[in-house]
């Protein structure tokens, strides 16, 4: 069974641009997370994406956005690019039980798209 | 929001010793992860434990929530320990998790 892929798998990028993520999940996945992890920040999330629908979102302004398609891959946009969203993004999908999304499964991550702004 | 502290912060280890990563988190939470960040920055899944122990090899975790923390314990530590290791819970309806701080393994032969 693949498991959660990513690309690119680098990204370089300048100050103002735009920088577009990608995520496939495990087959059979519906729910789809982003993570950010900078440097000496730890990781944090970013946004749930489960059945095509933002579920939720962490901290993050509103120039990090992103969407989830029909088959459950999902992009994730940064618009308007400072050199503090330099980092590792990683991408992590699971089952969801529970309407609420209470009790989720085991979380599932990718192997990350390392962005670099300059 | 929850707070999720993991101690100790770092670790350096002879290679067959054995430890005890500890997570505590300041909230009930409705599921708890164990992940393992290799220096290539890849995550891998060890335990989704909400409660109790499982096992896994010369890996175990145990959580009680009702004391609001969980324990890793790896055992005959090798050098591929090495890396962070980070738990996470999720402590409401809306999948938002959160990371604990992380403890850094260093594993010498």
């Known amino acids: 069974e693949a498991g959660v892929t990513q690309s690119p798998t680098h990204l370089i990028k300048t100050r103002g641009q735009q920088a577009t993520l990608r995520c496939s999940p495990i087959?059979?996945?519906?729910?789809v997370y982003w993570y950010q992890q900078a440097l000496g920040l730890g990781l944090q999330f970013l946004l749930w994406y489960d059945e095509g629908e933002e579920r939720n979102r962490g901290n993050f302004p509103p120039r990090f956005s992103g969407r989830q398609f029909p088959n459950y891959s999902s992009e994730l946009n940064v618009n308007a690019l400072e050199l503090e969203d330099s980092a590792l993004y990683l991408c992590?999908?699971?089952?969801?039980?529970?309407?609420?999304?209470?009790?989720?499964?085991?979380?599932?991550f990718g192997p990350g798209t390392r962005l670099t702004v300059l | 929001g929850i707070q999720v502290e993991q101690s100790p912060p770092d670790l350096i280890l002879q290679e067959g010793a054995n430890s005890t990563l500890r997570c505590n988190f300041s909230?009930?939470?409705?599921?708890l992860q164990w992940f393992h960040q290799n220096p290539w920055g890849q995550l891998i899944n060890l335990f989704y434990i909400p409660s109790g122990t499982k096992q896994n090899g010369r890996l175990s975790a145990t959580t009680v929530a009702t004391e609001r923390y969980s324990l890793l314990y790896i055992s005959s530590s090798q050098t591929t320990d090495s890396g962070v290791y980070f738990c996470?819970?999720?402590?409401?309806?809306?999948?938002?998790?959160?990371f604990g701080t992380g403890t850094k393994l260093q594993v010498i032969p």
């Open positions: 996470a819970v999720n402590s409401g309806g809306y999948q938002k998790v959160t």
């Open positions: 087959s059979g996945h519906t729910s």
């Open positions: 909230d009930s939470v409705n599921n």
């Open positions: 992590a999908s699971s089952l969801v039980v529970g309407s609420t999304g209470q009790g989720t499964d085991t979380q599932y």
